[in-house]
């Protein structure tokens, strides 16, 4: 009975969802594999530190992307909607070799970057001041 309600102009994923007929995570599921891209549980997947080190911190959130791992000279980067795959494109200037998209939550991103920010980026700040130690 509930899909045999019109839609509107909801899609009809998102109609489920609100619905309550299955879960989001469903949902991202089904359009990565029906778009060909992999799934990625990111409490599961170690990220590698040299990866996130290719795409500036401030590039990542605005994007809303995560560096993962570095494969055959490819970045291998989550994003949470596959729409932002168009977006990519704009990461070329920053990393110089080809980027392969993988899905995960917008959650987990959100927790990864706010994770990196303070543990790799901090680290790999360009130009932070040294320690100087006063004589007086």
Known sequence: RELARPVGDSPLGESLVAA??????????????????????LDRFPIDPLAVTKVPKNIAARHHVLP????????????????RVTEL???HTYVKTSIV???????????ALDRLSR?????????????????H
Do not use: C, E
């Open 68 to 83: 993962l791992m570095i494969d055959q000279g490819r970045l291998i980067v989550a994003m949470d909607r596959p729409s």
């Open 20 to 41: 309550r007929l299955i879960s989001h995570v469903d949902l991202q599921t089904v359009i990565a594999h029906k778009m060909g891209y992999p799934m990625v549980d």
């Open 119 to 135: 543990d790799v980026w901090s680290q790999n700040v360009v130009g932070r001041p040294a320690f100087v130690q006063s004589t």
């Open 89 to 91: 494109r704009s990461l």
């Open 101 to 111: 998209p993988v899905l995960a939550s917008a959650m987990q991103i959100t927790v």
